[in-house]
């Protein structure tokens, strides 16, 4: 339940006598200023946020809370009951004209029409946040978190990353870096740079391009289409307030008015909350290394949490040429990573090994989608156990050492959010490699369950 990518700055006073007090008192009165231009912007252009009952209308149910909290850690911003709400009772809805798309970003900006959704939206986000009071959006962008309060894993700095030495994360978390990088170059290039007086360098540069990729990355959702229109990636006012957690079944959709033109973005309640209670909503079923580079959180108890595991032919396999030539006429490689789950591998994944593994008799069967033979499923057992046991020998830490720092509950609170984070995903994932290997040896005994 956690996003941890806004809220009102700290004060660095805070502890230090009545300046200080004072200084803290009005930060915290202007983020609750923001919040109250927002609702009232939101009530002015078209979203009921009365405390009264209305025609056909619930009292709007909703407060926004500047600093929430799960699992011990500061979430940010979030949605509180103000009132109880009852399971299925939609909580807001929100114009879809109020919320950042692509069709409002070529409307407003004159963008080509094959930009794809995201670099779209990121040149409006940056435009809009240039233009300060003269932005329609501005109660919205206000709440928006700065360049400091957005901390995904791909803007950490390399010694944060250095504690997740071992990890696959690092990689993917280079690459999605690079690939921002790479799409700024091109896009200062065959846009920014032509028409530089609407795209000024000082303002359309690769920081506020990070910003807008982080915003989104962490904001944005993908609404589903109506009858006649596709799916389309939206910011959403007020609906990206809601945090997450794995367990919520709640998700924001795009509606259309009976009998009107008007759509709307919904979400409803997925059970019962009390007055006060945290409202959630759910990011996806995603493993904790998608939510560290892309929201800088990992959630402890993540039943969709996977690490993803390399594995492949040996060179020494007799058949290794044999293989490599019949992956490569069906396009495959000859290593390929999977994701591996507390509970389970993927059925592709046996698969693969069943067929790296298989000698030639075995190879001759050529079907792999159930068990071959004992000795095949056993190899296959090995393979995977080699495969985990390299998996956690690449960490500097063992998962011993992880379990002691994390208990050590005065000592880890000291720590640095990122610093926190990063423990905290790379004890997620060797508790999956352990428990995979665990559950491995548990059931050699009986091969033909062993994967079954």
Same mark, same amino acid.
């Given at each position: 339940?956690?996003?941890? +990518?806004?809220?009102?700055?700290?004060?660095?006073?805070?502890?230090?006598?009545?300046?200080?007090?004072?200084?803290?008192?009005?930060?915290?009165?202007?983020?609750?200023?923001?919040?109250?231009?927002?609702?009232?912007?939101?009530?002015?252009?078209?979203?009921?946020?009365?405390?009264?009952?209305?025609?056909?209308?619930?009292?709007?149910?909703?407060?926004?809370?500047?600093?929430?909290?799960?699992?011990?850690?500061?979430?940010?911003?979030?949605?509180?009951?103000? %009132?109880?709400? &009852?399971? *299925?009772?939609?909580?807001?809805?929100?114009?879809?004209?109020?919320?950042?798309?692509?069709?409002?970003?070529? /409307?407003?900006?004159?963008?080509?029409?094959?930009?794809?959704?995201?670099?779209?939206?990121?040149?409006?986000?940056?435009?809009? %946040?240039?233009?300060?009071?003269?932005?329609?959006?501005?109660?919205?962008?206000?709440?928006?978190?700065?360049?400091?309060?957005?901390?995904?894993?791909?803007?950490?700095?390399?010694?944060?990353?250095?504690?997740?030495?071992?990890?696959?994360?690092?990689?993917?978390?280079?690459?999605?870096?690079?690939?921002?990088?790479?799409?700024?170059?091109?896009?200062?290039?065959?846009?920014?740079?032509?028409?530089?007086?609407?795209?000024?360098?000082?303002?359309?540069?690769?920081? +506020?391009?990070?910003?807008?990729?982080?915003?989104?990355?962490?904001?944005?959702?993908?609404?589903?289409?109506?009858?006649?229109?596709?799916?389309?990636?939206?910011?959403?006012?007020?609906?990206?307030?809601?945090?997450?957690?794995?367990?919520?079944?709640?998700?924001?959709? %795009?509606?259309?008015?009976?009998?009107?033109?008007?759509?709307?973005?919904?979400?409803?309640?997925? %059970?019962?909350?009390?007055?006060?209670?945290?409202?959630?909503? &759910?990011?996806?079923?995603?493993?904790?290394?998608?939510?560290?580079?892309?929201?800088?959180?990992?959630?402890?108890?993540?039943?969709?949490?996977?690490?993803?595991?390399?594995?492949?032919?040996?060179?020494?396999?007799?058949?290794?040429?044999?293989?490599?030539?019949?992956?490569?006429?069906?396009?495959?490689?000859?290593?390929?990573?999977?994701?591996?789950?507390?509970?389970?591998?993927?059925?592709?994944?046996?698969?693969?090994?069943?067929?790296?593994?298989?000698?030639?008799?075995?190879? *001759?069967?050529?079907?792999?989608?159930?068990?071959? &033979?004992?000795? =095949?499923?056993?190899?296959?057992? =090995?393979?995977?156990?080699?495969?985990? /046991?390299?998996?956690?020998?690449?960490?500097?830490?063992?998962?011993?050492?992880?379990?002691?720092?994390?208990?050590?509950?005065?000592?880890?609170?000291?720590?640095?959010?990122?610093?926190?984070?990063?423990?905290?995903?790379?004890?997620?994932?060797?508790?999956?490699?352990?428990? &995979?290997?665990?559950?491995?040896?548990?059931?050699?005994?009986?091969?033909?369950?062993?994967?079954?």
């Amino acid at each position: 339940a956690i996003r941890m +990518s806004d809220g009102p700055p700290v004060s660095p006073f805070a502890s230090k006598g009545k300046g200080g007090a004072s200084l803290e008192k009005s930060l915290v009165e202007i983020e609750r200023e923001k919040n109250k231009t927002l609702q009232d912007w939101l009530g002015d252009n078209g979203v009921y946020m009365s405390d009264r009952s209305g025609w056909g209308k619930a009292p709007h149910g909703l407060v926004i809370s500047n600093e929430t909290t799960d699992e011990g850690e500061p979430c940010g911003r979030g949605l509180l009951a103000k %009132r109880d709400i &009852t399971q *299925g009772e939609p909580i807001f809805e929100i114009p879809v004209e109020l919320c950042l798309t692509k069709a409002k970003a070529v /409307e407003m900006l004159d963008l080509p029409e094959d930009l794809n959704e995201y670099i779209s939206i990121a040149i409006l986000l940056i435009s809009e %946040r240039n233009k300060g009071s003269g932005s329609f959006f501005k109660p919205y962008i206000d709440i928006l978190p700065s360049d400091e309060g957005l901390n995904p894993m791909f803007r950490w700095p390399a010694e944060d990353r250095e504690l997740l030495r071992g990890s696959p994360v690092i990689a993917a978390a280079k690459s999605l870096e690079e690939k921002l990088t790479t799409e700024y170059n091109e896009i200062n290039e065959s846009l920014f740079k032509k028409r530089r007086k609407e795209f000024p360098e000082e303002i359309y540069n690769c920081e +506020s391009w990070e910003w807008a990729f982080a915003v989104l990355f962490s904001r944005a959702v993908l609404l589903d289409p109506l009858s006649y229109e596709d799916q389309e990636l939206a910011l959403v006012p007020y609906a990206d307030l809601l945090n997450h957690n794995p367990f919520c079944s709640a998700f924001i959709e %795009r509606q259309k008015r009976m009998f009107s033109k008007n759509k709307f973005v919904v979400v409803y309640a997925d %059970r019962n909350y009390n007055k006060m209670e945290q409202i959630y909503t &759910t990011y996806g079923q995603k493993a904790n290394s998608e939510f560290a580079i892309l929201y800088g959180f990992v959630v402890d108890r993540n039943p969709y949490d996977s690490i993803d595991v390399t594995v492949g032919l040996s060179s020494d396999d007799p058949l290794y040429d044999v293989k490599v030539d019949y992956l490569k006429r069906i396009g495959k490689e000859e290593s390929i990573a999977f994701p591996i789950y507390a509970d389970r591998s993927p059925v592709e994944m046996i698969e693969f090994l069943r067929f790296c593994v298989a000698d030639e008799e075995e190879l *001759g069967i050529g079907v792999f989608n159930r068990m071959v &033979t004992v000795k =095949n499923e056993l190899s296959v057992a =090995n393979m995977l156990v080699a495969c985990c /046991e390299e998996a956690l020998a690449a960490y500097s830490t063992s998962l011993e050492d992880d379990n002691a720092l994390m208990s050590d509950r005065k000592m880890y609170t000291m720590l640095g959010k990122n610093a926190r984070m990063a423990i905290k995903l790379r004890r997620a994932e060797k508790k999956i490699l352990t428990r &995979t290997i665990a559950d491995i040896e548990r059931r050699r005994t009986k091969p033909k369950d062993l994967f079954s």
